[in-house]
């Protein structure tokens, strides 16, 4: 019996890629509250251990990751709720690919004026504004 | 009207056959360590189907290529296969459905043991449906009269029962690919079947069952199976109905 992988990936629809993206951002969120943690727990440390590692955070790179962050709990929030109202709503579904749209559109109306503001703020402070 | 009797005796344009390129994942458990494609030409008609030009592969070109069909009219299951990446009966896909510019690809499904080609071994599959228990279960005397059900009390489970058993929604489920041991759609849309009959007295049993680890909890509501389903069944709203009742059991 064949045992290699060899084959196309399953052209799955909307309901199994909201599944992929709801994993990855699943791990990602994850991975930030484990690096969270540690960083918080360093005040136990020392007050100054933990200055000097929040202050290696203040670079465009680290902001780029805070927008993605933001993304990647909103994405997962949202789509949480969706999952739940399949789980418990008798014609979730029935709307489960309307919902999946719907939470789209609320991500993107969210995370244009999140991405704005957050983007300016890092701005500022590099180049040394308020 | 007489454009509307014009357009009326206006012979329909005859289809005209085309050359469609058939990509094929090909296995031999006796010569090949691994699956590998090949390729095969063929002259369809676009209201062929994918199973007239399987048919036309083995007839004519290479009768080593092995393929399950039986009825090929989309009521005994034989023939699920990958078709251009999607879980589809062979007998049930036009060529016209299909973009047949590019090449047609054709696999087995996935999740179970490749056995030959387009064939694998189905008995983890049926051994799933098996175990939860797919018959009526009663108690007491046998009736000896028939077992009333209203029109109400059959259509709750109307969509269950047109299952052909042909795994294209359990070999389409991430989470089965994953984990073989996982009932799959199949097994829980079969026990949907008798849970919801008002005439059966098994379903604590079978919720039981369903609410193992390998159970219903398994499922991660990715739709493959609802959209891979050649009956058209909403298996995913099944399986959520099987969730509510082994919470509310």
């Known amino acids: ?130 | 009207m007489s454009t509307a009797t014009e357009q009326a005796t206006t012979p329909a344009p005859a289809p005209q056959q085309q050359t469609v390129t058939f990509k094929i994942l090909r296995f031999n458990p006796d010569e090949d360590t691994a699956p590998h494609w090949q390729e095969f030409q063929v002259d369809v008609y676009p209201t062929d189907r994918v199973l007239d030009a399987l048919t036309m592969i083995k007839g004519e070109q290479d009768g080593s290529l092995t393929f399950r069909r039986s009825c090929g009219h989309g009521i005994c299951g034989s023939d699920a296969m990958r078709i251009n990446g999607r879980n589809r009966l062979a007998c049930k896909t036009l060529i016209k459905d299909l973009n047949a510019k590019k090449p047609i690809t054709v696999e087995a499904i996935k999740g179970l043991p490749q056995e030959k080609d387009l064939v694998v071994d189905m008995e983890p599959f049926f051994q799933a449906y098996r175990e939860v228990m797919p018959f009526l279960i009663t108690s007491g005397h046998d009736p000896s009269k028939e077992r009333i059900q209203s029109i109400a009390e059959r259509e709750v489970f109307d969509d269950t029962t047109k299952c052909i058993m042909c795994a294209a929604c359990t070999t389409s489920c991430p989470v089965f690919w994953s984990d073989g041991q996982y009932f799959g759609p199949q097994a829980i849309v079969g026990a949907h079947r008798f849970i919801f009959d008002s005439r059966d007295e098994g379903a604590a049993t079978r919720l039981e069952i369903l609410n193992s680890k390998e159970g219903v909890w398994r499922c991660r509501t990715t739709f493959n199976c609802t959209e891979a389903c050649p009956r058209g069944i909403q298996i995913t709203k099944a399986i959520q109905e099987v969730k509510r009742a082994v919470i509310n059991s």
């Open chain 1, 1 to 130: 019996m064949a045992k290699a992988a060899v084959g196309t990936l399953y052209r799955g629809k909307d309901g199994m890629w909201s599944w992929v993206a709801h994993r990855i951002t699943g791990v990602l969120v994850f991975f930030f509250l484990l690096v969270h943690v540690l960083d918080t727990a360093l005040v136990r440390v020392s007050p100054e251990a933990y200055n000097t590692t929040i202050e290696t955070y203040m670079n465009p790179v680290v902001g780029l990751m805070e927008i993605g962050l933001v993304g990647a709990v909103l994405y997962h929030a949202l789509n949480g709720i969706r999952i739940i109202l399949i789980d418990f709503w008798s014609k979730g579904p029935k709307y489960q690919a309307t919902m999946l749209r719907t939470i789209v559109v609320i991500w993107v109306l969210l995370m244009i004026p999140t991405a704005v503001t957050m983007l300016t703020r890092s701005i500022q402070h590099m180049t040394g504004g308020a």
